[in-house]
T-cell receptor, first 112, second 113 residues
Framework: NAGVTQTPKFQVLKTGQSMTLQCAQD?????MYWYRQDPGMGLRLIYY???????DKGEVPNGYNVSRLNKREFSLRLESAAPSQTSVYFC???????????FGSGTRLTVV | EDQVTQSPEALRLQEGESSSLNCSYT??????LFWYRQDPGKGPEFLFT???AGEEKEKERLKATLTKKESFLHITAPKPEDSATYLC??????????????FGQGTTLQVKP
């Protein structure tokens, strides 16, 4: 099925460990996004990529880095995980100027 | 500051009991208001886009309406399968064409049989 695929679905990290969250879309969308979702905070934009080769910071970028590997793939890296990064992470994609995002199923990350 | 506020945070209905969810927004130059449905453990799923005051969109038991300051998601004769969290979002005023959406905190709807 066409859509956005995120891996892994679940992850537990120790404080200070690093990891990369993977996201791939097969809808030929130009724009991709990483959001985090926390209780009472809603969805907050971490980073986005308007097109292949470009990335920009969103609302809460501290502690994260991203790579737009190609048009399909957009990864999110935590270099030194902190408990405050415990959250559910969603990747999404869309065509430029169209805000009907397609979301992945999310990665539930716990940092202990 | 661009802001989206949803109310109530949670809503419990009996099957067949109609109600409305509210989404109020403050953003200059509205370029659309978006409704999503999110089931537990899943990503948000796109429902509707509204672009101008007075516009309405319908899908099964759901009808979304838009005014200059808020949007309503009306649920008519809900069924248990309508239970989910409903999110609304607007493009930020400074987002140009990069599609950065600002989301409300959501309303969690539970419909009991």
């Amino acid at each position: 099925n066409a859509g956005v695929t995120q891996t892994p679905k679940f992850q537990v990290l120790k404080t200070g460990q690093s990891m990369t969250l993977q996201c791939a879309q097969d809808m030929n969308h130009n724009s991709m996004y990483w959001y985090r979702q926390d209780p009472g905070m809603g969805l907050r934009l971490i980073y986005y990529s308007a097109s292949e080769g470009t990335t920009d910071k969103g609302e809460v970028p501290n502690g994260y880095n991203v790579s737009r590997l190609n048009k399909r793939e957009f990864s999110l890296r935590l270099e030194s995980a902190a408990p405050s990064q415990t959250s559910v992470y969603f990747c999404a994609s869309s065509d430029p100027g169209y805000y009907g995002y397609t979301f992945g199923s999310g990665t539930r990350l716990t940092v202990v | 500051e661009d802001q989206v506020t949803q109310s109530p945070e949670a809503l419990r209905l009996q099957e067949g009991e109609s109600s409305s969810l509210n989404c109020s927004y403050t953003v200059s130059g509205l370029r659309g208001l978006f409704w999503y449905r999110q089931d537990p453990g899943k990503g948000p799923e796109f429902l509707f886009t509204l672009y101008s005051a007075g516009e309405e969109k319908e899908k099964e038991r759901l009808k979304a309406t838009l005014t200059k300051k808020e949007s309503f998601l009306h649920i008519t004769a809900p069924k248990p399968e309508d239970s989910a969290t409903y999110l609304c979002a607007v493009p930020g005023a400074n987002s140009s064409n990069t599609g950065k959406l600002i989301f409300g905190q959501g309303t969690t709807l539970q419909v009991k049989p």
